[in-house]
């Protein structure tokens, strides 16, 4: 009987310590403001520009395109805008969130 209980406080324990973590979860925000940028993710909550990881999918950038002698430089225009929906993970520990890309709707 002693063992089951030892075994059981384990396991709460490891359950607790996971908790206390708070490992990585997806969130769907919305963009509220461009500059700084800023995601509402509920009515309490509004992540500001030095909590945000933003990836290529969100950002402007320049890609080359071509070969050889053909080669150029294109800027992609892929900033977020204001009405935008995204996904976004929070790292683990909850201090920053990466914004990971552009939710779209589903049209079926």
Known sequence: MANSSIVQLIKQMAVEAVKA???CDY???NVIGTDPLKIKVSNSLV???DFLVKTRNVT???QEVGEGVAKKNVKIYNSLKEGDSVLMFRKAGGQEYIVVDRMVADDT
Do not use: A, K
């Open 60 to 62: 402007d950038y320049v």
């Open 47 to 49: 992540i500001e520009d």
């Open 27 to 29: 969130i769907v925000g």
């Open 21 to 23: 973590l708070r490992p």
